[in-house]
């Protein structure tokens, strides 16, 4: 009998041991961080997922399309700052815009009329407190003459609508058009020009009420000048 107890006791503390060993917590986790393989997907960095092109490198900037060319996003930018100065009145910060010696034209209509469109130079830029009428051209379908001082001319055929707000803004080409025709391109040739568009506010009148606001800009060295503003709408 005695020869049975040293063997029990052996037994008894291989148990004990075993015991303490697995070392576990209340929810059966083990105490010990948890780590991936080095073959796992989870435990692995992200991975570039490579292109047909074994030489491509991922890039920050779009390609321009084939039809846009590289100097489109300048006369853009300067489309912009230009109607946000027409939106605000600023006519201060307007004629920096304007190149000195060929001044701004102003046309009611799409139709370029270098005959009656008055063109000005900066240092002769007029205000909003002039109250001399001067001629503007002809309105369209009765031929009579366009007398409005600066004020009213502004009102009626340059920022007639939000067009900072504009849902469409096309630049070297026109959405809005009617029975005048757009001669920009042989008015003012190597210009490039930025049109701000609404396609209309009357569902019954089908369109017919459209408005836009052109910009347009010709090249000086390495930038551009505002060199035309002009007023869309239908025309008879």
Request: glycine share 8%; net charge negative; proline share 9%.
């Amino acid at each position: 009998m005695r020869s049975k107890y040293p063997l029990l006791a052996a037994v008894l503390l291989a148990v004990l041991l075993a015991g303490c060993g697995a070392n576990t917590n209340k929810n059966g986790a083990t105490d010990a961080p948890i780590t991936f393989p080095p073959t796992s997907s989870l435990g692995s960095e992200p991975t570039m997922i490579a292109s047909g092109d074994p030489s491509a490198e991922p890039s920050g900037e779009t390609p321009p399309s084939d039809n846009e060319q590289p100097s489109d996003a300048r006369v853009k930018e300067l489309a912009f700052e230009t109607v946000g100065y027409l939106r605000e009145r600023d006519l201060g910060s307007l004629i920096t815009l304007i190149d000195p010696d060929k001044g701004v034209r102003f046309s009611p209509y799409p139709y370029v009329n270098v005959d009656t469109d008055l063109v000005f130079k900066p240092d002769e830029f007029p205000t909003f407190k002039d109250t001399n009428k001067l001629k503007w051209g002809e309105a369209d379908g009765s031929g009579d003459p366009i007398e409005l001082t600066f004020r009213d001319y502004y009102e009626q055929f340059v920022y007639t609508k939000d067009f900072a707000d504009a849902p469409q803004v096309n630049v070297n080409r026109i959405a809005g058009t009617g029975n005048a025709l757009f001669n920009v391109p042989e008015v003012y040739p190597g210009a490039s020009y930025v049109e701000f568009y609404f396609p209309g506010f009357d569902k019954e009148l089908d369109g017919m009420d459209w408005q836009s606001l052109v910009l347009v800009f010709t090249p000086d060295e390495d930038d551009w000048r505002l060199a035309g503003i002009v007023h869309g709408q239908w025309t008879i």
